[in-house]
Every structure is written in structure tokens, then in C-alpha cells.
């Protein structure tokens, strides 16, 4: 367990980076500091090829997280225009991190919550999960997470989420609905879960892996033609390499069906 972080718990075991995020008395909320170790640990994990996938969950009972936690201040530029969107140390992807991002939620999942997973490449929770996003209830513009969220499920679920604030909450089971989880656990065993799918990935080529990642990311900034033109200059570049570190002879069949 790396000693250095405050407001997360660290731990990579077998090629899997597991970050727990541990506030569990302000229900995970971010504040200025666990902004702070973000972006350190994206830096670790983006430089360390001993990490092959990183699983994202969070302590306590009641939340995952519900977002900035609004008792504690977050810095911000007095100019206006030199202000930096939370996002910006929260997300893997915009600080370029093509490992894959594993999210285990539970309880209350809200407002800022969703920077990671709109960035996540897989997420799934346990039945007692619930999602929402308080910014318009509160007065404020719901802007920077719907965008992001807009990418993933359709445009009137997000549009739903962000003008009904507070007044209803997502159960699991319609987050699976609309394609915000892949799979719905039942308490107690969305942890091992996420970590049975983490190993998984983290036994295949980390260089295909993460060419995959990439590749599809970046595929959203880009009209079909374009991505599809990218697309072939990532296989070019990424499969000598990831051909390169698997024994095909070796390569078991799956074992999982999704049901």
C-alpha cells in the first residue's frame, strides 16, 4: 500500500493498480487534496508499465462519491479565465492514461462522480447503487459531467440526470438499462468482481490493451472515415508489438458468458 496518499488508498498487486478512494466520512467527495493525488497518480500509473489495469471503487458503505465535497474549498485562479475544470486531475483520459479504468460502484454515486466514469472503460455496481447529478437543484449549471455522460448513454437519459437534480435518482437496474453499467452485482461481491475482471485483462498483452484504448477514445474526436483511417496506423504500430508479447500457442479460450 503506497503511505504517500491522504485521501485514497493505493495498492498494485499482479500488474492491477487498485485505488480506493478514502473519504468515506464526506462520502468520498473530492476536495483539493485528493485533486492533488490524482494527478500524481495518473502520472504514476501512465508511467509505470508494471500497471496493466486499474480498478477505481470506494470506501464506506453509503457512497462511491457524491461529487466536490462543498465543506472544503477548492482552489481556484482568481482570473476567471485561467480556472481549471476539477476534470482536469480527475479524468485518466485527458491526463492520457490508455490503461484500461475499471469502476466498482456502490450507494450514491452523484455530480463529480461522473468524471470518472465517463472515462471509464468498464463500470459496474451493486444493486443498492443509485446515480444522479444535484447541480441544477442547487442553482448551478450541469454542464461538464453531462457533456462527458452524453458520449456514453443516450441524450435524453443525460438530459433526464442533469434537469431533475435531486428529484430522482437512477437505480442500478436502469443504469444497466441505458447502458450506463455493464453488470449489476449482488451486495457484497462487487469488489471481487471488479478485480476478477481486472485480472483478466491485466494477463493479455498490455500493448494491445492499450492500443485498443486508445484507439477507441480517440475515435470519438473524429468523424467514422477519419477514425477508421487512425484506426489502421494503430494496428500497424501496435500489433508487432503486442503480437510480440503472447505465445498464441498459450492462449486459453474465455470461460465467462455475460448474462
Known sequence: MRSEFE???FDLTEHIATITLNRPEAMNGFNQRMLDEFAGIWRLVKEDDDVHVIVLRGAGERAFCTGMD????????????SQADPGEFLSPKLNQVWKPLVCAVHGMTAGGAFYWLNEADIVICSEDATFFDPHVSYGLTAALEPIGLARRIPLGETLRIALLGLDERVSAERAMQIGLVSEVLPDGKLWARAAEIA???AAKPPAAIQGTVRAIWESLDSTRTQALRTGLSYTQLGNPIGKAQVDRSKVARGKWTLR
Not at 70 to 80: A, G
Open 7 to 9: 485521501t485514497v488508498l
Open 70 to 81: 462543498v465543506k472544503q474549498r477548492i482552489e481556484r485562479h482568481p482570473n476567471v479565465w
Open 199 to 201: 485480472a483478466i485483462i
